[in-house]
């Protein structure tokens, strides 16, 4: 069997697409058993010879392009050769006769079920393209990325495993079974296929033939192992190539591979000589270190320069050729390919077509072969600079690029196999080679530093290797390998590839140079940023983090010192190249030092993991000069950025500030850098150091004692925020602990505190904002057990909170109190934010946090945090803050600030006190208490302080200062008596105390001591002071010198700079003179929270702690008690400037008090505008009113603000919105909603629902009777009703049309449609569109309403009849065309066209008035039923409606009726009558027999009954003709519930009642008795057939349960509670009386009293019997009688329908969304994969909706019909214009209103209360039952257009 399957697979391995010999239609499975048996014999020679014949003709004979079978690649390009290859039925016919022949004349199926049996793979080897959903578990994975398939991972148990599901980026494979699980890389959406016309065509032809390998190796392992013996055997392929000679096509074909080649800019071997410019010798690994030394060395030996001049860009192209070849073993690496088996050529072919998926999916397939995936590996390290060039050439690089992904993940992710390739293939000398190589293509000359002279090359971020990241795959598998341990060794101990890896990232040292435009802004901004710091993050960082992974131990020392020493010779071969000496050139700035970074972050490790001497690896210290100067020159950068003085530069370079400390970035940005420049502090000489920070910042001219000053080099708008920028730095690089000794749970933490005080943070979003170590085995990694630790201890979790009107809250952390009092550090907030603004948000919510617990109520200041102590190597780093240098500066800054000069900030002085503070906190504590003589000139020759240290210069006082000053500066022209000052001055100068003090002279004079030049020079490099390029000319004051008088110390001003602050005299008193104790135990919490004074206060306790000296002379100071001296004189400029201030200050406060003067107006305003709409509550009812006060309803119009009544000329209007809403038809009949199907099994069906069964019996009556009664008979608007709601307020209605003009005239994209007459309430923003006309009328109604009236109820029967019969009985008469008649009818217009026509239009004929006439009472009929839900479905609660004063019903019962009166019912017809009085002769009512009877008056609706009367009476209704009506409906309700009541019980039942009833049938009460009443019905109708039983159906309606009298009594209240609610709402809103509330037992009578059903007198001892409501306008008997014949006329013909059409107990419950389950992975894993009935393809978009569970295809154009999208349709089938869709691949639910949409949200979280949009996390989600329920609130009461504010017109493309 084997030998057959191998043979066979060893011919048709390479299936070519030719056609058969004519006549070779044997019978293909008889010739396939015949070769088996002959194969299978011992000597099986002659069978072997035959199949090799066959196979000839089979798959090559009538072919010009045949002979080699030598790989189908040869027929790919023959298939284009020749001009497209033969039919595809050619094609099949060759693969019908392989499949025959593998099967050895069984059947082709059966032959792969017995395959697979011998399939011995534990793998599962799944192979995946882009976009499948896996899963990744975090908890089972050696790695942290693996991944499996759904069916692996569901069959394992993850419970409780740190997992997540994923879309498939790149494609990947099941990783289920192998024990080295890796990760899988990739992170770019994939593209479509390649689009090259001639590769497509190949790959068309080819389809057949890929899919067939694909099966093959799908039948497991055992076939796999037969395919990897035929790809691999060389000898099979040298014959099948060698052997040209005999076959001319044959030769023909390898012609074309061998020219393929070349196009390919590859050779074959023996061709060498075509590229002979090398001669082939031993390749060292050390890779031809000369070539590599660097730019400057090869371009010294060839010297190029010529060439260069001839052809600018051109010419530095084969400068760098140049560079590059003089290596032997790189050319080959690039240039020669040789291929020796079949799979050698497979993936050249393959990779020469870009990868087609197919071909991808077939190699992939073979992989758990393990021959096979070693083979495979070393095949494609082989062809890895094939790879590069072809992927460098494609159109199609993303899709190319996520290919290529897809298959080295699978090789390089397994350790063994990545050592194996790497010692036997050389893979990272290929690796670094290629990737060397591929950036060569796009280097730019250097214009950093000396742009004539550069020497340096950079890559250029501009092109599109670059910018389309087409670098990734290989920087993805360089990464990928450098993660094994054994690999990273192997590189870090090779001194060559460490040279060729450094010149390789030189590429990326100074890229995308930046240069401050100073006059135009500039005109193109580019965005080539993005693609500098991808380029620095993933080719250089991410290498980087791989590499310091294995550098975790003493024991890789050496691997360290390697890697510093190569980065430093790069880093002098750079500042070489760019002609660098000491001084940047200003206004440039790269963001990019990944030199710097790379020397950084390996000697942050030697010192932290592998205790190495630090010392030992730094340079000397005119390096670290040279090395500090670009890290420091970005820091100043970022401060000009934020000071806005490159503004000129666009948006672009706040963008690159912003990236630069990006959490993404910032741990391979920033932070390094800073950790260098504290390296470098800590070595070099402090003064110097601080000295060049504040040149580099440019604020070196404002660090003058002088009141005025000029700066030669930075605008006076930007000192202050560069000053600001350089303290800060200051305090960052002093107090910043990151890599100085901080654990790395420290550091987690501190930057976790970080993120959350500026705000509170999801869970997700603070695993983002984490800067975590980019490469994944670094340990720390985001959602490992120390950052769940971490953060519940710092943070306390919010749980998502629900603001009825709003914005859905996820699940949030929010710091402990505690963080706050001993955490939170402003230095580490300042480091990490991006946006300035994130800084202010931290500093409020500590400020309300101190607020809150009472700790400091005013405005604080930035805490002080202790430090983590310094690592001991870095101790050096102290030095800087008790330097005379830090110390003067401090000095001047304090006293500018307590003079006020300008410029200065509150933030300067904070951060001044900050360093002081350090200081202090840092002193060295040698300091002796010898007794210095306080100012005296011997000690104070050469300088300002006697010592370093801080604490004791802190009291040392400085009498006189000689400050250089303009002219102008007040200092100069201080006129005192001429003889004192000559004198004082003479003295002064001679005894050399005033002291010049100048930063830039002090920095050069120690540079120039530690460059040891000569000191002639160093007198020139004092910069001098009078140029002064930004005053016009001729304007420039001269600098003369001034002495000013000082006579302070630091201590003294720190004393008076706290009198200041506090604005007190003598305000400082030393705490310890009362309590010693301070001195003793000195932390003491009232000092850590607080403001300026606290600060100083602080300061000046730590002084007098640490010397004896200082607590004394703070004493002395305190004694002496000196006022603050006010400088002397104010210029009238400082006056201006003083005066601004002052003046802003009080337009501020004139503002603020105007706006809150505003606000409580138009508070007020809100409310009275609140009150007016429902005029009915307003006037209390009394009946004792004799002359009642007549008074007219007052609104109030929003828009012109006048009030008045609503007139007929100009009538006021309500702003309402009217919408379409199904939400009645929902409703079912169980309490529990129905589920969402989540199997095929689970189904809903909708013919339960409200609307569904009264569509029935609407169609069921217009069968039988008369179709305009019919039309009266029942209410519609169960789906599509108009339900209209108002937010109360009013305006003018021509206001309201002048409004909506300006509305249309307005270009602002609005989220509603103008011209659909959509607008916002003026006042309240709330969406309508349309106004309610307010009908004219007074309050005196309310009053007459109340009278109590004597009439009897015979009276009322005839007034009520009357007034219907009436025409148009109005106070306004119709015919005059008033305003307010025009647009009543201009709103019914809009109420109509609401709703879709189908929803309008029952009645047979269309158009017909009936329609209209049960449209209108069917509008009331849906607002009182809705509100009725609002309510919760019974009016227990009482109250006024739940709406409040909102509810619009009452102007809207006048609109309707107006419009019902136009159409009069013809008197006949009149249900009233018929409810009324007695009929002669009831047989005249049956009328003729041809033509339709009406509906009988049993089979009515009553509650439409009642809105038909209502609205037939003129308006306004009077109380007693209301009640009259009711309680005529309520006989004829309270008999179709007895109808009903017979129908359930059973004969037994009907004639024991029929019997007991007659018994009692001449009692007084008869009328009123329910027993007697129900036996009168039952004699009634068994006259008909309505109980005449047919069979045993009948048994389905009888309720097994004996009926007592209490069930029978609780049965009728039941039927007739519905009526008595809509009634009384009805009441409620006509005449405003309040709801009684009651318990809900008590419903029934509370409501039938309040309707005046009850009589007054009636008692309530003994149980309540709903008939005593009764009140019968004629007598009973006599009336049932009749109607019972109308119905008995109708069943004696159709007993069934009679019966189906009795009113039947109401039995609906609250409507309700679809039950969802727990979990959404159950939704997901059905829906995702579900086919859609109507175009039954899986949809891209599937979406279901919650409220019938239909499943749609969002989006889809498969099932667009008229050009709507099936979601807008299904909304409008479904929800009358509202639809609410879950979307299945994103777990968001989106709402569809009408023509607009948007996104609600997801009901779905994760465990921390998290949202995950789109599934992007992944992580299990689990149903939030709070917001479902907050959707489903919004459903029902039709709230959505009001509380979600992002709507967008859909176009009916969803």
């Known amino acids: 069997m084997a030998a057959a399957a191998a043979a066979a697979v060893g011919g048709p391995q390479p299936p070519q697409p030719e056609v058969p010999t004519p006549g070779s239609a044997l019978d293909k499975a008889a010739t396939a058993a015949h070769l088996k048996a002959a194969l299978s014999r011992p000597d099986n020679r002659a069978g072997a010879e035959e199949l090799r014949a066959l196979l000839e003709r089979v798959l090559s ?187 001319a096509c044959a030769k023909k074909s390898h012609e074309k591979y061998l020219s393929a080649l070349k196009s390919s ?190 020497l340096h090359v950079v890559v250029n971020c501009g092109e599109a290797l670059l910018k389309n990241n087409t670098y990734w795959p290989l920087v993805s598998d360089f990464i990928n390998i450098l993660s094994h341990q054994s690999v990273a060794k192997r590189f870090l101990e090779d001194h060559g590839l460490l040279v060729t890896w450094m010149n390789f990232v030189s590429f990326f040292q100074g890229m995308n140079l930046n240069k401050r435009e100073l ?312 480091l990490r934010t991006v946006y300035r603004r994130d800084v202010q948000s931290a500093m409020d919510r500590y400020t309300a946090f101190l607020k809150q617990s009472g700790k400091f109520p005013g405005n604080p200041w930035p805490p002080y945090k202790k430090r983590t102590s310094l690592h001991p190597s870095y101790k050096g780093l102290m030095r800087l803050l008790h330097c005379k240098t830090l110390h003067i500066v401090l000095f001047t800054l304090l006293y500018k600030i307590l003079m006020d000069h300008q410029n200065l900030s509150e933030h300067v002085l904070c951060m001044v006190l ?123 004051p001269q600098l003369t010198t001034a002495i000013l008088e000082i006579k302070e110390s630091i201590l003294s001003l720190l004393i008076k700079l706290h009198h200041k602050l506090s604005g007190k005299q003598n305000s400082y008193y030393p705490p310890w003179l009362d309590d010693i104790e301070i001195l003793i135990q000195p932390e003491i919490p009232k000092y850590s929270h607080g403001d300026g004074i606290t600060a100083v206060e602080r300061i000046l306790l730590k002084a007098a702690l640490q010397s004896r000296m200082n607590k004394r002379i703070i004493e002395e100071i305190c004694r002496k008690v000196t006022p603050p001296v006010p400088p002397k004189k104010i210029s009238a400029a400082e006056k201006k400037t003083l005066d601004k201030e002052e003046r802003r200050q009080k337009a501020r406060e004139r503002q603020q008090k105007l706006l809150a003067e505003f606000a409580s107006r138009q508070k007020s305003f809100m409310e009275t505008a609140m009150d007016v709409d429902s005029p009915d509550n307003d006037v209390p009812m009394e009946i004792t009113t004799a002359e009642p006060q007549v008074s007219e309803v007052v609104y109030d119009c929003v828009i012109c603000g006048q009030s008045g009544p609503s007139s007929e000329d100009r009538p006021t209007g309500l702003v309402v919105l009217l919408q379409a809403s199904s939400v009645l038809g929902q409703c079912r009949d169980n309490v529990e909603p129905k589920k969402l199907p989540i199997s095929e099994e689970e189904q809903i069906y909708p013919w339960d629902t409200c609307a569904a069964v009264h569509d029935v019996r609407l169609s069921l009556l217009q069968r039988y009777f008369k179709d305009s009664s019919c039309l009266l008979a029942v209410s519609i608007g169960w789906e599509g009703g108009v339900y209209v709601q108002t937010c109360g307020h009013t305006l003018h209605i021509d206001c309201h049309k002048s409004y909506m003009e300006s509305l249309r005239n307005d270009q602002v994209l609005q989220g509603f449609s103008v011209d659909k007459g959509e607008f916002t309430c003026p006042l309240c923003r709330q969406f309508a569109n349309s106004v309610l006309p307010c009908y004219p009328g007074s309050n005196m109604e309310n009053s007459l309403w109340q009278r109590p009236s004597n009439k009897s109820i015979e009276d009322l029967i005839k007034e009520v009849e009357e007034l219907q019969g009436r025409p148009g009985a109005f106070p306004v008469s119709i015919s005059s065309e008033t305003n307010l008649s025009k647009e009543m009818e201009s709103v019914m217009k809009d109420i109509k066209n609401t709703t879709q026509k189908k929803y309008r239009d029952y009645s047979k004929t269309p158009g017909s008035p009936d329609n209209d006439f049960l449209f209108m009472y069917s509008v009331a009929r849906t607002n009182l039923e809705l509100e009725l839900i609002h309510r919760g479905g019974n009016l227990c609660s009482g109250g006024a409606s739940t709406a409040g004063k909102r509810s619009c019903l009452n102007q809207l019962f006048h609109v309707l009726a107006l419009h019902m009166r136009l159409y009069t019912i013809d008197s006949e017809y009149n249900p009233w009558k018929k409810l009324t009085q007695l009929v002669e002769d009831m047989n005249s009512q049956l009328g003729n027999e041809e033509q339709q009877p009406e509906v009988p008056i049993l089979y009515h609706d009553v509650t439409s009954l009642l809105l038909i009367q209502i609205l037939m009476m003129p308006q306004p209704l009077s109380k007693e003709h209301f009640t009259c009506i009711v309680k005529v409906l309520f006989t004829l309700l309270y008999t179709q519930a007895l109808t009903a009541l017979s129908v359930k019980c059973s004969e037994e039942d009907r004639s024991s009642w029929k019997h007991v009833g007659a018994l009692k049938k001449n009692t007084c009460d008869a ?174 978009d599937p979406a279901v909706c919650l409220v019938c569970g239909t499943f749609v295809c969002l989006k889809g154009l498969c ?14 089938n ?81």
């Open 265 to 454: 800019g590859l050779t074959y071997p023996e061709d060498k000589l075509i590229y002979g410019m090398q001669e082939p010798s031993a390749g060292t690994s050390t890779l031809a270190v000369q070539g590599f030394a660097g730019a400057t060395g090869t371009l010294g030996q060839v010297d190029s320069s010529d060439e260069e001049d001839q052809d600018g860009n051109q010419g530095l192209g084969k400068r760098k050729r140049v560079k590059l070849s003089s290596g032997t073993k790189d050319q080959s690496i690039m240039d020669i390919l040789k291929h020796k088996s079949f799979l050698e050529e497979l993936l050249f072919w393959t990779v020469k077509y870009e990868f087609p998926q197919k071909m991808v999916t077939f190699l992939l397939n073979m992989l758990p072969d393990q021959e096979y995936k070693v083979a495979f590996t070393k095949t494609f390290v082989q062809h890895y600079a094939f790879i590069m060039k072809t992927l460098k050439k494609s159109h199609e690089s993303d899709t190319m690029s996520n290919r290529i992904v897809h298959i080295s993940v699978q090789l390089f992710s397994n350790e063994e196999l990545a050592r194996q390739v790497t010692e036997e293939c050389q893979l990272l000398d290929i690796m670094v080679t290629v990737l060397l190589y591929m950036m060569e293509s796009c280097l730019i000359k250097s214009e950093l530093q000396d742009e004539e002279n550069s």
């Open 61 to 247: 004979a009538g072919r010009p392009l045949a002979g080699a079978a030598g790989g189908e690649e040869a027929a790919a390009a023959g298939g284009v050769g020749s001009g497209g290859a033969p039919g595809a039925a050619a094609a099949e016919e060759a693969l019908e006769w392989c499949k025959c022949l593998l099967a050895g004349g069984g059947g082709y199926d059966e032959f792969c079920a017995a395959v697979r049996a011998y399939d011995p793979a534990a793998l599962c080897g799944l192979v995946w393209t882009a976009n499948f959903v896996a899963y990744r578990c975090r908890t089972c994975g050696i790695s942290p990325c693996m991944s499996l398939c759904a069916e692996c991972f569901h069959q394992g148990d993850h419970t409780g495993h740190d997992f997540n599901m994923f879309r498939s980026q790149a494609g990947g494979a099941c990783d289920c079974g192998d024990s080295n699980v890796m990760r899988e890389s990739g992170f770019q959406l994939a593209a479509d296929v390649p689009s090259e016309k001639d590769l497509n065509k190949v790959l068309q032809l080819l389809e057949p033939q890929i899919s067939f390998l694909e099966e093959l190796t799908k039948m497991g392992g055992a076939m796999r192992s037969v395919l990897t013996q035929v790809l691999t055997n060389q000898q099979n392929y040298k014959d099948l190539t060698s052997g040209l000679g005999e076959n």
């Open 1567 to 1740: 009328e009123k008795s329910y027993e007697v009443l129900l036996s009168f019905v039952i004699s009634e109708l068994s006259k008909g057939k309505l109980y005449h039983e047919e069979g045993t159906q009948e048994c389905a309606m009888v309720s097994p349960i004996a009926w007592s009298p209490e069930s029978m009594e609780k049965y009728l209240q039941d039927f007739c509670l519905p009526f008595l609610r809509i009634a009384s709402l009805l009441q409620h809103h006509l005449f405003g009386e309040d709801l009684p509330s009651c318990q809900e037992e008590e419903e029934f009578s509370v409501l039938a009293s309040c309707l005046g059903l009850l009589p007054t007198f009636y008692q309530t001892e003994h149980p309540f019997i709903s008939a005593s409501c009764l009140d019968w306008p004629v007598p009973a008997w006599d009336i049932i009688s009749q109607w019972c014949f109308e119905m008995k006329s109708f069943t004696e013909r159709h007993s069934e329908q009679g019966k189906a059409l009795l009113i039947q107990e109401s039995r609906w419950k609250l409507p309700h969304l679809l039950q969802l389950p727990e979990n959404y992975n159950t939704i997901f894993q059905y829906y995702h994969r579900k086919t859609c009935s109507v175009c039954t393809k899986v949809p891209k």
């Open 914 to 1036: 900050y360093l002081i503070e350090l200081g202090l906190e840092n002193s060295t504590g040698d300091e002796s208490d010898e007794e210095v003589t306080v100012g005296g000139p011997e000690r104070c020759h050469d300088s300002w302080f006697p010592g370093s240290n801080l604490v004791s210069n802190m009291r040392h006082f400085i009498n006189y200062v000689r400050v250089r000053v303009p002219d102008t500066a007040p200092e100069v022209k201080r006129d005192s008596p001429a003889t004192t000052s000559s004198e004082s001055l003479g003295s002064l100068q001679n005894s050399g105390t005033a002291q010049v003090f100048s930063l830039v002279a002090e920095r050069r004079k120690k540079f120039q001591e530690i460059i040891n030049r000569s000191s002639s020079e160093a007198n020139q490099v004092v910069r001098p002071k009078t140029s002064n390029k930004w005053s016009a000319p001729g304007s420039t």
């Open 519 to 830: 006059n135009e802004h500039v005109e193109f901004e580019s965005q080539t940023y993005y693609a500098a710091f991808a380029a620095e993050l993933e080719a250089c960082a991410q290498p980087m983090w791989g590499l310091l992974s294995h550098c975790k131990v003493r024991e890789t020392q050496e691997y360290t010192r390697n890697v510093v020493r190569y980065c430093l010779e790069a880093l002098q071969d750079w500042f070489d190249a760019i002609n660098f000496v000491d001084e940047p050139a200003p206004n440039q700035v790269t963001f990019h030092l990944p030199l710097h970074r790379y020397y950084a972050m390996f000697l942050s490790k030697a010192v932290k993991c592998q205790e190495l001497d630090l010392d030992s690896v730094l340079p000397d210290q005119e390096m670290l000069m040279k090395l500090m100067i670009h890290p420091l020159q970005i820091q100043a950068s970022l401060a000009e950025i934020h000071s806005n003085m490159w503004v000129r530069n666009g948006l672009q370079i706040k963008g690159q500030a912003m990236t630069y400390v990006q959490s993404h970035f910032c741990n391979s940005m920033i932070d390094p850098d800073i950790y260098l420049l504290q390296v470098c502090a800590s070595k070099l000489d402090p003064d110097y150091f601080i000295s060049s920070v504040f040149e580099r910042f440019k604020v070196v001219d404002l660090l003058t004692m002088a009141s005025q000053h000029q700066n030669t080099v930075l605008d006076a708008e930007h000192e202050r925020s560069m000053l600001e920028g350089a303290l800060t730095f200051l305090v960052i690089l002093l107090s910043l602990r990151l890599h100085l000794g901080m654990s790395d749970d420290e550091i987690l933490r501190a930057e976790m505190v970080a993120q959350l005080c500026m705000n509170d943070r999801t869970h997700s979003s603070l695993l983002d904002l984490i800067p975590e170590n980019p490469n994944p085995k670094s340990g720390i990694i985001p959602g490992s057990y120390s950052f769940e630790s971490v953060l519940s201890a710092v943070a306390d979790f919010k749980a998502p909170v629900f603001e009825p009107g709003g914005s859905m809250q996820q699940g949030m952390y929010t710091p402990k109190a505690e963080v706050w009092d001993q955490e939170f550090d402003p230095v580490m907030v300042i």
């Open 1774 to 1854: 479904c929800g009358a214009g509202t639809g609410i869709f879950l979307l299945i691949n994103a777990s968001v639910i989106i709402i569809i209103r009408g023509h607009r949409f948007c996104l609600w949200g997801s009901v779905y979280l994760d465990a921390h209360g998290e949202e995950d949009r789109d599934l992007r996390r992944g992580k299990p989600l689990y149903i939030c039952k709070e917001r479902y329920k907050v959707l489903e609130q919004q459903w029902i009461s039709h709230t959505f257009d009001h509380i979600n504010k992002r709507w967008g017109p859909h176009y009916n493309g969803l």
């Open 1759 to 1772: 099932c667009k019909q008229q050009s709507y999208c099936e979601c807008v349709l299904h909304s409008q």
